[in-house]
């Protein structure tokens, strides 16, 4: 079987990849070991939560999967607070002053994968192979062949590595990844409040870690606490009551009464920068190219745009009939590096400025805290950034 392209990982990032690509006269296939479960029928929220872009909602909206998710299960953020760890620094973002209706949107993981999966259902000119796994992947001069284990051969111009931050795709071109872990893990959680949230996300930079309240639709708020190891470990251990208790201590309440609605579960967090993110015949997009630190929210908004910079200079290729181009791929490569660069440094950088003990480094940051709210320009930089 021959194709343009062959997308590896059909998760939120390589499925948006194959929507993008829709009417661009390329074949393409998506190759995924496991299909999204169903929409589960009851009330229950899922427990991974993203704040997506306005940028990547609209990027979604062109391909026609962000229509299809259910208004009633996604929040608009119109206000952000930041908080520093001296008690007293504050940053505070308003959709108002931006002049846009929303910095964000609070959206559900399995809603969105299945918005975009049901949008991809009306593409005739994709392949889904899905359940199925990879055996064998080599890059020749004139296409990559990819090997499934059921015995079936794809051949493709161009091969594009979506399998998330284990990339067996990145292994197999022997990209050097070398993963620095945090030591912190991702501990997420849901719970209904009883001080409604007013559309405002709020953050806490806090010594044992950055503690997120997002907000879900009514009074819902979801978790996403970036803990030591150690803490982590000992959040996922407490009884409903007690987490419900550690979470309204730890933001001082601002929540009021909280109520365990979704078990909380935890995810390893890492940096993890790849040498590069081409090869030949080879494209990695999602967390397969980069992995960022949690705080700012933006990893699968990047991800997001990775897809769109590689479906633009695919579409946009002129006289070059050749997607595996060398020349497309450098385009695309050059496209990203200075947004994901930007990212990873803010993220890594604000992680390590929020982990340290020094007391001088401690006045220094939430000192800057509050004079970035006080500084415009740089409020507006961050915030556009933000946006996507
Ligand atoms: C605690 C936490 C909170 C986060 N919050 C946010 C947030 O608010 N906003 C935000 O933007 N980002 C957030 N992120 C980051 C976000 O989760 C990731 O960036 C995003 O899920 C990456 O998507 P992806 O499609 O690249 O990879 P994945 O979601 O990992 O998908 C990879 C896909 O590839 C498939 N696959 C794996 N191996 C193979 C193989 N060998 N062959 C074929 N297919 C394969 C998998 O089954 C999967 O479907 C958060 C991360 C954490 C840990």
């Not at 308003?94 to 918005?115: K, M, N």
């Not at 080599?138 to 051969?153: N, V």
């Not at 990145?170 to 719970?191: D, H, K, L, T």
């Not at 730890?250 to 390893?268: H, I």
């Amino acid at each position: 079987m021959t194709f343009d392209l062959v997308i590896v990982g059909a998760g939120l990032v390589g499925s948006s990849l194959a929507l993008a690509l829709q009417g661009s006269g390329f074949s393409v296939a998506l190759v995924e070991p496991r299909p999204p479960a169903p929409l589960p029928r009851d009330e229950t929220w899922d427990v991974r939560v993203y704040a997506i872009s306005p940028g990547s909602a609209a990027f979604l909206d062109a391909g026609g999967a962000w229509a299809r998710l259910d208004r009633e299960r996604l929040c608009p953020v119109t206000e952000m607070e930041v908080f520093g760890d001296g008690g007293r620094s504050r940053l505070h973002f308003s959709a108002y002053d931006a002049g846009i209706p929303e910095l964000a949107f609070i959206v559900e993981s399995r809603q969105l994968q299945a918005a975009i999966w049901e949008a991809l259902e009306t593409r005739e000119d994709l392949d889904r192979f899905c359940p199925a796994n990879c055996a064998e992947l080599e890059f020749g001069r004139d296409a990559a062949t990819l090997r499934l284990e059921d015995g079936r051969t794809l051949q493709a111009k161009l091969v594009v590595g979506a399998d998330g931050a284990d990339s067996w795709v990145r292994a197999q071109a022997e990209i050097a990844a070398s993963p620095r872990p945090y030591g912190q893990m991702g501990v997420v959680a849901n719970f209904s409040t009883s001080i409604p949230h007013g559309g405002v996300a709020r953050q806490w930079f806090r010594e044992d870690g950055v503690l997120a309240l997002l907000p879900l639709p009514g009074d819902q708020v979801s978790m996403v606490w970036s803990a030591w190891n150690e803490k982590a470990s000992e959040l996922l251990a407490l009884e409903p009551l007690a987490l419900c208790a550690a979470i309204h201590e730890a933001t001082g309440g601002a929540a009021g009464e909280l109520n365990l609605l979704t078990p909380a579960a935890a995810f390893p967090l890492r940096l993890l920068r790849p040498k590069t993110c081409i090869g030949p015949r080879l494209a990695l997009i999602g967390d397969a190219a980069h992995n960022v630190h949690p705080l700012a929210g933006q990893g699968v908004n990047l991800g997001f745009g990775d897809a769109r910079e590689l479906a633009t200079v695919l579409r946009e290729r002129g006289v070059q009939p050749d997607c595996g181009h060398r020349s497309l791929l450098r385009r695309y490569e050059r496209s990203r590096r200075e947004d994901v660069l930007a990212m990873q440094l803010t993220t890594d950088g604000l992680q390590k400025l929020f982990n340290n003990k020094d007391p001088v480094l401690r006045e220094l940051r939430n000192w800057g805290l509050g004079l970035t709210d006080r500084l415009g320009p740089l409020k507006n930089f961050l915030t556009r950034t933000a946006l996507g």
